[in-house]
């Protein structure tokens, strides 16, 4: 028996600021997250800009001192948004049925600082300077593992590594585990932490980034005909996803419902996708076939809009196949624009603004759309939010490798 999934608890952090509602807040008024790099010296890169988590993010309050010690930032992200979904569910951990409670965490490139970090103390010390911890503080699985850990989680739990899609494909898969009957209540989402040395020289590499240094807030533009690349940020969103009878069993509040998934590939290259969009159609397609509802229904698409010149195009094309004559009418935006791509947390961070979206009738804009590119000519909501009663919502998300991931989002 298919059950239905809800969303009961959300959290975040992005270099918009801690939690879902600063977030939020932020999105709606269509402000930038964007600034230079702190987190190094960059002054060497071609790219010196990024959405970074910036100073007023503490872990402390979350994970001990010592603890944290021992981990990589994209865990403190995570672990950090993760008590804030916890919390908005209002779920009790340890759990009565600890069998029935699990986590599936998404992330592009796990502890690549931790990585970095580890081969400069070996190469300068030799063997005797490898921190015992630089495994665990690099794998992908440890972000769910502690989150088992923390909150006495013993059901499914592992990482998915999908690259840009990571946090769509954890939460579809999150979801297809609770309709199943699987668990009762899952911890889903994405987190990342990839601004680093090695992360921009080698996306600076592929000429995938913004080099806009002296404009950071303004480097971030999708479907504009003067974006020179995507600005890459990092953050962790976080969801609690539960069958609708355990959580109105335990009179949880309800955000709104996981209605539907669909993954597929190119199949074409490595890093570029494939230009007539066919891939990102069927995804979109399988999604909606999953939630039995027709493109006419959905009021809002959180794009993927990265502001690199093939993807936003791609996505145009893949839309306007879909959705025929109802292209033109469905809101658009890439919130991108103001988050950066967060790379495997992406996902994740766009659906929680999917889902606000919906709860709050509010279209978020996509800033910096100042000269469309004529080959992106849908209704991208430039620069403006917008007021829109939205029943369902679609989130996409695409990747190196070909990748494609999108869910479709309800009201309730």
Not at 191 to 219: M, Q, W
Not at 289 to 299: H, K, L, M, N, T
Not at 302 to 320: F, R, V, Y
Request: aromatic share 6%; proline share 6%; hydrophobic share 40%.
């Amino acid at each position: 028996m298919r059950r239905k999934v809800v969303v009961t608890g959300m959290g975040m952090v992005t270099g918009l600021g801690n939690g879902v509602p600063a977030n939020w807040a932020a999105v709606k008024s269509g402000r930038s997250g964007i600034g230079p790099i702190t987190l190094f010296d960059a002054s060497r890169h071609r790219t010196r800009i990024a959405g970074e988590v910036r100073g007023n993010f503490d872990p402390a309050g979350y994970i001990h001192e010592k603890e944290a010690r021992r981990m990589d930032r994209y865990q403190h992200l995570a672990m950090v948004a993760a008590y804030e979904a916890i919390n908005d569910a209002r779920l009790p951990y340890p759990p009565s049925e600890p069998y029935r409670c699990g986590a599936v965490i998404g992330s592009g490139m796990g502890g690549l600082a931790s990585i970095e970090d580890g081969f400069r103390s070996v190469e300068q010390k030799g063997p005797k300077g490898a921190h015992p911890m630089v495994i665990p503080m690099s794998v992908i699985n440890l972000a769910p593992g502690m989150m088992s850990i923390r909150f006495g989680f013993k059901g499914p739990n592992f990482g998915v590594v999908n690259a840009c899609t990571s946090g769509t494909s954890a939460i579809g898969e999150a979801y297809r585990i609770v309709r199943e009957g699987r668990s009762d209540v899952m911890l889903t989402g994405g987190t990342e932490a990839v601004i680093t040395p090695l992360s921009i020289a080698a996306f600076n590499a592929l000429r995938a980034l913004s080099v806009r240094n002296d404009e950071p807030e303004k480097a971030s533009r999708p479907f504009d005909r003067d974006r020179d690349g995507f600005v890459i940020g990092e953050g962790a969103g976080i969801l609690v996803l539960e069958s609708e009878d355990h959580a109105l069993a335990r009179g949880a509040l309800i955000h709104g419902e996981i209605a539907g998934y669909g993954a597929t590939d190119d199949a074409f290259h490595v890093v570029m996708p494939a230009s007539d969009g066919e891939g990102a159609y069927y995804a979109m397609r399988f999604a909606l076939e999953d939630a039995g509802v027709d493109p006419s229904e959905i009021g809002y698409i959180n794009a993927h809009g990265t502001s690199t010149d093939l993807n936003d195009k791609m996505e145009t094309m893949a839309i306007k196949r879909l959705f025929g004559p109802c292209a033109e009418k469905v809101a658009i935006s890439s919130t991108k624009s103001m988050t950066g791509h967060l790379i495997g947390a992406a996902g994740a961070v766009e659906a929680i603004f999917s889902i606000m979206a919906i709860k709050e009738g509010i279209i978020p804009p996509t800033i910096n759309l100042e000269n469309p590119d004529p080959e992106c000519d849908l209704d991208y909501t430039p620069n403006e939010a917008v007021s829109r009663q939205i029943a369902y919502a679609l989130s996409n998300s695409f990747a190196f490798g070909g990748q494609n991931a999108s869910l479709v989002l309800k009201q309730v």
